[in-house]
């Protein structure tokens, strides 16, 4: 491999002369070995934006000159194109404030930069901390590339994968809902209601769960952009961040606007914590949904067997013919992840020791994860599962005419301990219901089959 030698103030380094970093970068690459979790490229491209809006924002100050805008936006948008993103190698497990990402990108744009003022004959240089960096420090632009890269990624992966399940949801909500079936508590029998109605809960959870994420994901439009080294905002323009925030809303299309407390900004991943929660709470509904899926779906012949479900792949290696609820499974596992992901996140916010909280990679790395896992699990699991979900209308039936909680029907007629006493006797005799009920006396079987009947308890309007 052919190197060349880059500079920084600790003193030469050789790298690969056929990537674009520098120095600093190749000494993080360097000195953290550890994991193979890398930088997601998401926060690259945040970096990008970034970098392309304080460069406009510096022009516009009169720090930056016109050739040296230029460059740098052209180069941020051959990033944000992908065109480097070999030149992006640094691992998650490094500087708890993401310097050395910020300086790898840094360090990629101004080569790049430079590169095309060479090529219009331009005498003018880059410098990836004087010109790249400019008006900033790691320690404001890693926590606003972190909030660029969640909204973005909200926006993008998780929304419209959370959409389209609501969306087949709701489909199935309206097809079934006139198809009665047992409900259940507990575990254990309890009063009908349709499988559209159940449905109709799985739906609600979605969409609730959608408004609370959105909700919570204003809080991300607040950058800290401004506040440099320690929220003071040493070196960078007082209108530099304000400006930065509106450049950054007009590439992107959302309202960024600079904090108000830089101080907070900078040591405080609260915001993070809130959105994170409400995709927790996210998790939460789809472990229910999946788990009532495969518990209806369970059987084929000893199990619920309610409804069905598309049979994707051989369940088993030794069962022939057996077919397993893997989409159910898949899901729940991610539910699982993140579950922990929010843990590590909130215990990594805890951390804002005095003016910086240095455990900046690991959350945002956690988050993306999340709302990653989260999104494509819920393509796989509406276009492998939930479309193909059917009911098994004799099986329903069967359990309905089995119930024995259909006597709650006769509370208001004989009273709630006569009732009882007649599901009791049905259960140790093992009779149908009706037959208890005429055994006992409290009732003829005129009177049952008018006070029992399964459609006018479900509560249809």
Same mark, same amino acid.
């Given at each position: 491999m052919e190197y060349r030698i880059e500079k920084d103030t600790l003193g030469e380094m050789k790298v690969p002369a056929d990537k674009y970093w520098g120095a600093q970068t190749q000494r993080s690459k360097e000195n953290f070995p550890i994991g193979t979790e890398k930088m997601p490229i998401q926060v690259i491209r945040a970096f990008a934006q970034l970098k392309k809006a304080a460069a406009i924002v510096n022009y516009k100050l009169e720090k930056l000159s016109?050739?040296?805008?230029?460059? *740098?936006?052209? @180069?941020?948008?051959?990033?944000?194109?992908?065109? +480097?993103?070999?030149? %992006?190698?640094?691992?998650?497990?490094? =500087?708890?404030?993401?310097?050395?990402?910020?300086?790898?990108?840094?360090?990629?744009? @101004?080569?790049?930069?430079?590169?095309?003022? !060479?090529?219009?004959?331009?005498?003018?240089? *880059?410098?990836?901390?004087?010109?790249?960096?400019?008006?900033?420090?790691?320690?404001?632009? +890693? #926590?606003? @590339?972190?909030?660029? &890269?969640?909204?973005?990624?909200?926006?993008?992966?998780?929304? #419209?994968?959370?959409? !389209?399940?609501?969306?087949?949801l709701t489909k199935k909500e309206q097809a079934f809902m006139n198809i009665i079936k047992i409900g259940r508590t507990h575990l254990q029998d309890a009063t009908p209601l349709t499988l559209g109605q159940e449905i109709s809960g799985w739906r609600a959870m979605l969409e609730k769960a959608e408004q609370m994420i959105k909700e919570s994901a204003n809080h991300i439009l607040n950058l800290a952009i401004g506040g440099t080294a320690v929220g003071t905002g040493i070196n960078a323009d007082p209108k530099f961040g304000d400006e930065v925030a509106k450049q950054?809303?007009? !590439?992107?299309?959302? $309202? %960024?606007?600079?904090?108000?407390?830089? +101080?907070?900004?900078? =040591?405080?991943?609260?915001?993070?914590?809130?959105?994170?929660?409400?995709?927790?709470?996210? &998790?939460?509904?789809?472990?229910?949904?999946?788990?009532?899926?495969?518990?209806? @779906?369970?059987?084929?012949?000893?199990? *619920?067997?309610?409804? =069905?479900?598309? /049979?994707?792949?051989?369940?088993?290696? *030794?069962?022939?013919?057996?077919?397993? #609820? $893997?989409?159910?499974? /898949?899901?729940?596992?991610? &539910?699982?992840?993140? %579950?922990?992901?929010?843990a590590a996140i909130g215990f990594a916010a805890s951390q804002g020791n005095f003016e910086l909280n240095v455990f900046k990679p690991v959350i945002i790395y956690n988050f993306l994860q999340s709302v990653h896992l989260l999104a494509d699990s819920m393509r796989s699991f509406d276009e492998r599962c939930a479309v193909g979900i059917e009911p098994n209308k004799e099986v329903i039936n069967e359990n309905v005419n089995r119930s024995l909680m259909l006597v709650t029907a006769l509370n208001p007629h004989i009273g709630y301990e006569k009732a /009882?006493?007649?599901?009791?006797?049905? %259960?140790?005799?093992?009779?149908?219901?009706?037959?208890?009920?005429?055994? $006992?006396?409290?009732?003829?079987?005129? !009177?049952?089959?008018?006070w029992i009947d399964p459609s006018k308890m479900v509560n249809l309007k």
């Open positions: 016109q050739a040296k805008k230029e460059a *740098i936006v052209k @180069a941020c948008e051959e990033v944000l194109e992908g065109k +480097f993103d070999d030149h %992006f190698p640094l691992v998650v497990w490094q =500087t708890g404030s993401g310097t050395q990402s910020n300086m790898n990108v840094n360090e990629v744009v @101004a080569r790049r930069a430079n590169e095309i003022l !060479q090529s219009e004959h331009s005498d003018e240089k *880059i410098h990836p901390n004087d010109d790249i960096n400019m008006s900033q420090s790691s320690n404001d632009t +890693f #926590p606003t @590339a972190m909030h660029i &890269a969640a909204i973005h990624e909200l926006h993008t992966k998780l929304y #419209p994968s959370l959409k !389209q399940l609501a969306e087949t950054l809303s007009e !590439q992107l299309g959302y $309202t %960024f606007r600079s904090s108000d407390n830089k +101080f907070h900004a900078l =040591t405080s991943h609260d915001e993070i914590v809130h959105v994170h929660g409400a995709l927790k709470g996210l &998790a939460a509904d789809l472990m229910k949904i999946a788990n009532d899926v495969r518990w209806l @779906a369970s059987g084929p012949r000893s199990g *619920i067997g309610e409804i =069905t479900i598309p /049979a994707n792949e051989p369940g088993s290696s *030794i069962m022939p013919g057996k077919v397993n #609820p $893997t989409q159910s499974e /898949a899901l729940t596992m991610v &539910a699982v992840q993140v %579950f922990g992901n929010d /009882a006493e007649i599901a009791k006797l049905a %259960f140790k005799e093992g009779t149908t219901l009706k037959g208890a009920a005429i055994k $006992t006396g409290y009732l003829s079987a005129e !009177q049952y089959e008018k």
